[in-house]
């Protein structure tokens, strides 16, 4: 089974600053990792995903994760956040297999940018 | 840009009445979801289906629960007698290969 832990329920930024939004997961086997955004009032936008290959991953709108095996991690990163990027962020992961494809979700992270 | 539409997007029914939910997948996906977003807490996992047939299922997803492809296009969640703990956001979800899911806009479900 899998879990995912978003460690920070809010995170309220200025615009034009950095952002990082962490993830943990656990599993005990081999997954699939995703970062979803979600707008006031509209459904789950897929920003970015990480299959395989390099750990590093770019996504829409400016947003990278990278994936760290050694420390179950999948931070989401943004070099200069925009009033606009102010939503909610979830965290999923999907393993390998008869559960492939099923998501487990963390429990969101809101970003609050501020001018 | 293809996209997956679900209708309605609030609906608002009495304890005990059943419910269908409906959407339209991606047209040439293969795999099909359900979650669920009572609010404030994290969106869960209720059912995928391929082929036709249920492939997993939740805990959640229990007898009052049920899913069917009617035809090409739809895919329905149907609540027998709901409860007002069945009250949250429920998506549905498509994907191609079983790998990135694409989400729709949601049907709020208020449950009196």
């Known amino acids: 089974a899998q879990s995912v832990t978003q460690l920070d329920s809010q995170v309220p930024v200025f615009e034009e600053a950095p952002v990082e939004l962490r993830c943990n997961y656990s599993s005990s086997v081999s997954v699939y990792l995703f970062w979803y955004v979600q707008y006031p009032n509209q459904g789950l936008q897929l920003l970015l995903k990480?299959?395989?290959?390099?750990?590093l991953v770019k996504g829409i709108n400016g947003f990278e994760a990278e994936f760290n095996k050694s420390q179950t991690s999948f931070h989401l990163r943004k070099p200069s956040v925009h009033i606009s990027d102010t939503a909610e962020y979830f965290c999923a992961v999907s393993g390998y297999g008869g559960s492939q494809g099923n998501l487990i979700f963390g429990k969101g992270t809101k970003l609050s940018v501020k001018p | 840009e293809p996209e997956v539409t679900q209708t309605p997007s609030h609906q608002v029914t009495q304890m005990g009445q059943e419910v269908i939910l409906r959407c339209v997948p991606i047209s040439n996906h293969l795999y099909f979801y359900w979650y669920r977003q009572i609010l404030g807490q994290k969106v869960e996992f209720l059912v995928s289906?391929?082929?036709?047939?249920?492939?997993?299922k939740s805990e959640i997803f229990d007898d009052q629960f049920s899913v069917e492809r009617p035809d090409g296009s739809n895919f329905t969640l149907k609540i027998r007698s709901t409860k007002l703990e069945d009250s949250a956001m429920y998506f549905c979800?498509?994907?191609?290969?079983?790998?990135?899911?694409?989400f729709g806009q949601g049907t709020r479900l208020t449950v009196v």
């Open positions: 289906f391929y082929n036709n047939e249920i492939s997993e």
């Open positions: 979800a498509s994907s191609r290969q079983r790998v990135e899911a694409f």
């Open positions: 990480y299959l395989s290959g390099s750990t």
